[in-house]
Nanobody
Framework: QVQLVESGGGLVQPEGSLRLTCAAS????????VSWFRQAPGKQRELVAA???????YYADAVKGRFTASRDNAKKTAYLQMHNLKPEDTAVYYC???????????????????RGQGTLVTVSS
């Protein structure tokens, strides 16, 4: 079963930057409709950013102007660039996407919705 794997989390000081990466655990045709979520201790999971196949990107108000989501089609990888991090950004960050495992899946619009295990981001001095 193909999975998504996030990486790039860690401990960073306030006002620092991190870039999270989201990639499939094995070869796929490509990933679509990428979303980034986060869940802080004791809080509900929230949508941080979304890259739809069509339409505008979405960013939560709390991260607008500081976070940038992107996707590299050639590398079949998604990113979440985070700048000016704040302690309240501390959370486990997850990516989710619709995966086309093969070209036949893409051609048939046969996608698998997959979510990663998450990567911990801690913002603290």
């Amino acid at each position: 079963q193909v999975q998504l794997v996030e990486s790039g989390g860690g401990l960073v000081q306030p006002e620092g930057s991190l870039r999270l990466t989201c990639a499939a655990s094995r070869s796929i045709y490509n990933l679509y409709d990428v979303s980034w979520f986060r869940q802080a201790p004791g809080k509900q999971r929230e949508l941080v950013a979304a890259i739809p196949n069509t339409g505008s990107f979405y960013y939560a108000d709390a991260v607008k102007g500081r976070f940038t989501a992107s996707r590299d089609n050639a590398k079949k990888t998604a990113y979440l660039q985070m700048h000016n991090l704040k302690p309240e950004d501390t959370a486990v960050y997850y990516c989710s996407a619709n995966l086309a495992v093969t070209y036949a899946d893409y051609d048939s619009a046969r996608y698998v919705e997959v979510r990663g295990q998450g990567t911990l981001v801690t913002v603290s001095s």
